[in-house]
C-alpha cells in the first residue's frame, strides 16, 4: 500500500498540525484544568473548514477524503484530544450520518450550518442502560401523525450543551426489534430538551459530555432518518465510519505523547548523558515508535477503504482496537520516559495518558470492536484485503 500523501493532503496536515501547537496547546492545560468548553478554538476550526471536511461544497463541506480527515485529527490530537473529540463527532458522526441519510431538505437546512461550525452536532444513541447494548433503547418515538412525541434520556453526549441539533436514536415500535427503531434530527431549543449536568472527566475533560432528556418532544415527521425501522442501521453505519476518527484520535495521542518523550529523552541527562543513550530508554521509543506506525497503517487503510468505496466495518474496527490499545500503552510508557515530570499537569503526557483511556470506550468499547472482528472471522471473512498500490 502506498499512502503518499498528496499536495492536498500534505497542506491540510501542515495547517492542523500549525493550529494545534499555535491556537490549542498554550491553553490546552488550563482548558482540561477548567473543564473549560474550547469556544472560539472551536469557532476557528470551523472558519478553517475542519467541521464539516468531507462535506461537499454544495454544503458548505470541505469536499475532503477521509484520508485528509484522518491526517487532521491525528495533528489536533498530538495537542488537544477534548477538541479532536468535538471535531469528530460534528465529521463522522453528524454531518456524514446527515449528508449520506438525509433529505435534500436536511442538508439544506441542517448541514449547511453544521459544516461550517455555525452549528455543532451531537449524535444521541447511548443511554443509562444502553450502551454497548446498542439495540435495548429505551427512549420512544409515539407516531402522532404529522409528529412524533419524543420521550427518554441519552447520557454521555458529546457537545451536550453546545451542540443546536441532536440525532436521536429511538425505539419506535418494541416489538420489531432493531428494526423498530428510528433516527430524528431534534433541534435542541425544541420545548422539552433538558440538559443535565456536565461530566467530571478523568480525561478530555474541555470536552462537553452531559446527559440529555427529552420530555414530549414534538419531532416533525419529515424529521426522521430514512424509511420507517431504519434508525438501528443508521446508527451502525455512521458509527463504522466514527470508528475511524477515534482511531485517528487515538494515534494522534500516542503520536503527541511519542514526541514529546523522544524530546524529553534527548535533552534530560541521567548517569553523565543524556537518557536516550540508554537502552532501558531506546527500547521503549522503538518500540513506542513501531506500534506507533502500525497504528497508522491500520487507520489510513480504513481511511483508503472507505475513499474506495469499499466495505471499511472490519478494518475501521481493527484499526481503533488496535490504534486505542497503543494509545493507552504508549502515553503510560511516555509518563514513565518523563519519570516525575511525567506526573505533573505542566510536561502534558499525564494528559495525554488520562485522554487515551476513553478511546477504549466510546464509539464502541474494544470488547465491541473485538466481537464486530470476530464475527467476520466467524463469517469467514479472515482480513481486510490487501492492495498494492
Ligand atoms: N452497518 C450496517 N448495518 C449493521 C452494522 C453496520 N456496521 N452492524 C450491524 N448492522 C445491522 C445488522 O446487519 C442487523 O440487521 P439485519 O437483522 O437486518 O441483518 C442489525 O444491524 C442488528 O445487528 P446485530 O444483530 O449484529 O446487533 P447486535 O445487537 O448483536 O449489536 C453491536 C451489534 C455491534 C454490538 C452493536 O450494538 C454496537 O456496535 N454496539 C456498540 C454501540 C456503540 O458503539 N456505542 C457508541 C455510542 S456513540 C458515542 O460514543 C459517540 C460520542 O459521543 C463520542
Known amino acids: 500500500m502506498n499512502f ?3 499536495e492536498e493532503q500534505k497542506a491540510v496536515q501542515e495547517a492542523a498540525r500549525t493550529f494545534a501547537q499555535q491556537v490549542l496547546l498554550p491553553g490546552v492545560i488550563d482548558r482540561d484544568r477548567e473543564m473549560r468548553f474550547p469556544k472560539s ?10 467541521l464539516g471536511m468531507m ?10 477524503d477521509t484520508l485528509s480527515y484522518v491526517l487532521a485529527i491525528e495533528e489536533i490530537s498530538k495537542v488537544d484530544a477534548s477538541c479532536s473529540v468535538i471535531m469528530s463527532v460534528n465529521n463522522s458522526l453528524v454531518c456524514w450520518g446527515l449528508e449520506t441519510y ?8 441542517y448541514l449547511t450550518k453544521l459544516s461550517t461550525g455555525e452549528w455543532i452536532g451531537a449524535f444521541c444513541l447511548s443511554e443509562p442502560e444502553a450502551g454497548s447494548d446498542a439495540t435495548s433503547q429505551r427512549t420512544t418515538a409515539v407516531d402522532r401523525g404529522d409528529h412524533y412525541l419524543l420521550n427518554g434520556v441519552k447520557n454521555w453526549i458529546t457537545n451536550g450543551s ?3 441539533v441532536h440525532l ?6 418494541a416489538e420489531k426489534g432493531h428494526r423498530g427503531i428510528n433516527a430524528f434530527i431534534v433541534e435542541a431549543d425544541a420545548a422539552g430538551v433538558q440538559i443535565g449536568a456536565k461530566e467530571d472527566k478523568l480525561g478530555i475533560r474541555a470536552s462537553d459530555t452531559h446527559s440529555i432528556s427529552y420530555d414530549n418532544v414534538r419531532v416533525p415527521k419529515e424529521n426522521r432518518i430514512g424509511e420507517d425501522g431504519f434508525g438501528f442501521k443508521f446508527a451502525m453505519k455512521t458509527l463504522s465510519g466514527g470508528r475511524i476518527g477515534i482511531a485517528a484520535q487515538a494515534l494522534g495521542i500516542a503520536a503527541g505523547a511519542y514526541e514529546l518523550a523522544l524530546k524529553y529523552a534527548q535533552e534530560r541527562e541521567a548517569f553523565g548523558k543524556p537518557i536516550i543513550k540508554h537502552q532501558a530508554i531506546q527500547f521503549k521509543l522503538a518500540e513506542m515508535a513501531t506500534e506507533i506506525e502500525a497504528a497508522r497503517q491500520l487507520v489510513y487503510h480504513a481511511a483508503y477503504l472507505k475513499d474506495s468505496g469499499e466495505n471499511y466495518d472490519l478494518a475501521g474496527s481493527m484499526a481503533k ?4 490499545d497503543t494509545a493507552m500503552k504508549h502515553t503510560v510508557e511516555a509518563v514513565q520516559i518523563h519519570g516525575g515530570y511525567g506526573y505533573v499537569k505542566e510536561y502534558h503526557v499525564e494528559r495525554l495518558m488520562r485522554d487515551a483511556k476513553i478511546t477504549q470506550i466510546y464509539e464502541g468499547t474494544s470488547e465491541i470492536q473485538k466481537l464486530v472482528i470476530s464475527r467476520s472471522i466467524l463469517q469467514g471473512v479472515l482480513a481486510t484485503p490487501v492492495r498494492i498500490a
Request: charged share 20%; proline share 2%.
Open 102 to 109: 438525509g433529505t435534500d431538505a436536511h442538508k439544506e437546512k
Open 41 to 50: 478554538e472551536i469557532e476557528e476550526l470551523g472558519q478553517l473548514g475542519f
Open 4 to 6: 503518499s500523501l498528496t
Open 162 to 164: 453546545t451542540s443546536s
Open 168 to 173: 436521536v436514536i429511538a425505539q419506535t415500535d
Open 55 to 64: 462535506v461537499d461544497p454544495a454544503y458548505n463541506g470541505g469536499g475532503m
Open 321 to 324: 482496537l488496535y490504534a486505542a
